[in-house]
């Protein structure tokens, strides 16, 4: 069982305007009817979160089953994830090199997390952090490492949907233009 969530992450928000965006984000929602405004015990990790609206639908690729939980809106420097798993690789911002964490029988390949790890713990507690290519050797920032299965976002920004049906592209069209035109990514994950 368990409860599956989808996370869209304003990858352009910074720590600075990520209050005024996530409200421009929640105010388009809300007059979308997508979600309501007031607050309810609805989402997991929260104390409250905002349920569905009355035309929830107008968000979704399909209607046959309707939310059972809502939106928590995340601001802050925050490491968003897809919950179970791990991620397989890496690819460098540079050389497009793939750095794999797992053999084809998915043993772990030792050495290749590590800094990885270390920078994901350095950007969560300072915002900054780079990790070298194991291929081309050149450092790039961590926030522009592609993760197989979009597993990491780092940002000042999440729209965290609990139990809905998988979004359309509609949908995150309009609550990327509601945010400013910014960049977004969509995770989905279960816990």
Same mark, same amino acid.
């Given at each position: #069982?368990?409860?599956?969530?989808?996370?869209?992450? &304003? @990858?352009?928000?910074?720590?600075? &305007?990520?209050?005024?965006?996530?409200? +421009?984000?929640?105010?388009?929602?809300?007059?979308?009817?997508?979600?309501?405004?007031?607050?309810?015990?609805?989402?997991?990790?929260?104390? +409250?979160?905002? /349920? /569905?609206? /009355?035309?929830?639908?107008?968000?979704?690729?399909? %209607?046959?089953?309707?939310?059972?939980?809502? @939106?928590?809106?995340?601001?802050?420097r925050t490491v968003f994830n897809c919950g179970q798993g791990e991620p397989r690789?890496?690819?460098? $911002?540079?050389?497009?090199?793939?750095?794999? =964490?797992?053999?084809?029988?998915?043993?772990?390949?030792?050495?290749?997390? %590590? /800094?990885?790890? %270390?920078?994901? *713990?350095?950007? +969560?507690?300072?915002? +900054?952090?780079?990790?070298?290519? $194991?291929?081309?050797?050149?450092?790039?920032?961590?926030?522009?490492?592609?993760?197989?299965? !979009?597993? =990491?976002?780092?940002?000042?920004?999440?729209? %965290?949907?609990?139990?809905?049906? !998988?979004?359309? $592209?509609?949908?995150?069209?309009?609550? *990327?233009?509601? @945010?400013?035109?910014?960049?977004?990514?969509? #995770?989905?994950?279960?816990?």
């Open positions: #069982m368990g409860n599956y969530f989808q996370t869209v992450v &304003d @990858l352009d928000a910074t720590h600075a &305007d990520a209050r005024t965006l996530a409200d +421009s984000g929640l105010d388009w929602l809300v007059r979308e009817g997508i979600v309501r405004a007031e607050l309810t015990d609805c989402v997991l990790g929260a104390p +409250s979160g905002h /349920p /569905p609206g /009355p035309s929830w639908a107008k968000a979704v690729g399909q %209607e046959d089953w309707e939310p059972s939980d809502g @939106l928590r809106v995340e601001t802050g690789f890496v690819v460098c $911002p540079h050389c497009a090199g793939r750095a794999d =964490f797992y053999t084809d029988r998915l043993e772990e390949i030792e050495g290749v997390w %590590e /800094p990885f790890s %270390e920078a994901i *713990s350095a950007w +969560s507690d300072t915002g +900054s952090a780079a990790v070298a290519c $194991p291929h081309c050797r050149r450092p790039g920032d961590l926030t522009a490492w592609t993760w197989s299965d !979009d597993y =990491f976002a780092f940002g000042y920004l999440g729209f %965290e949907f609990w139990d809905w049906p !998988d979004f359309s $592209p509609g949908f995150l069209e309009g609550l *990327s233009r509601a @945010l400013g035109g910014h960049r977004t990514v969509l #995770m989905e994950g279960k816990l």
